[in-house]
């Protein structure tokens, strides 16, 4: 039997200068090594269910519900609470629960190399990391991603790699702390569709457990085990990837 890993339940999340309710009583599971593929339109709710599961959704709206993370609440409240006095656990984002964003260009600094971006990634969490030991371990972890020479890669800055090696790269930094669930936000929208398949090979590849967001139902029919589509906020069918498909 399959460990759960994320329990979403009833999550509601609202912006009280528009009483606008922009997810309703959302519940879902996800389980070890399962990747779960949430879909919809466009403003369908999704991106702001997956940054309510981070503890980024926007300072301006009102949360409730509960999502428990293996055996840490990550929300607990049943009345709706302002996101800016919600209390989120300490050392969970960034080192057991990682995202990919969207846009790999605006993600990244451009001021700061490769090795600079993906080694503050990890210090954060591990910070008596000897300068060796940390050279090794982004060298290692580019390798993991698919880059061919990580030495040279380091040293660049965003500017000078291409879409595809962007996005590699804030895989390399989702990836760097191990972590025990990746969001994928539209990971391969900005990509042309050759390197849009490689980097679904790359995804499936790790074998991680993740919650893929996407608009694009042949991205869900590569990666996902099972399916949730959302419209207008709420959750209207979850099935398995094949039911979905055929249905």
Not at 62 to 83: A, V, W
Not at 87 to 103: A, C, F, M, T, V
Not at 124 to 137: D, P, R, V
């Given at each position: ?109 451009p001021l700061m190399t490769i090795y600079q971006q993906l080694s503050e990634a990890y ?18 972890t580019l390798e993991q991603v698919g880059i061919a020479d990580p030495t040279r890669c ?94």
């Open positions: 039997m399959l460990n759960q890993i994320l329990s979403v339940n009833k999550l509601n999340l609202r912006f009280p200068e528009t009483n606008f309710h922009a997810v309703h009583d959302i519940s879902f599971e996800l389980y070890q090594g399962e990747t779960l593929a949430l879909v919809g339109q466009s403003g369908s709710g999704k991106t702001l269910t997956a940054l309510s599961i981070l503890g980024l959704e926007p300072v301006n709206s009102s949360i409730s519900g509960q999502i428990l993370f293996k055996d840490t609440f990550l929300l607990n409240n049943s009345e709706s609470l302002p996101s800016k006095n919600r209390k989120y656990p300490e050392n969970i984002r960034g080192k057991h629960i990682s995202l990919i964003p969207q846009d790999p260009l605006s993600a990244l600094n210090l954060i969490f591990n910070k008596k990391t000897s300068t060796q030991e940390l050279e090794h371990l982004c060298i290692s380091i040293k660049a800055y965003p500017h000078e790699l291409s879409g595809g090696m962007r996005q590699r790269i804030l895989i390399a930094m989702a990836i760097i702390n191990n972590p025990d669930l990746i969001i994928a936000d539209e990971p391969t929208t900005a990509l042309d569709l050759t390197v849009q398949a490689i980097i679904l090979e790359l995804l499936k590849s790790l074998k991680r457990t993740m919650l893929f967001i996407t608009h694009d139902m042949g991205v869900v029919a590569e990666v996902a085990d099972r399916v949730i589509q959302m419209d207008s906020g709420k959750i209207v069918k979850s099935a398995s990837v094949f039911d979905f498909s055929y249905n």
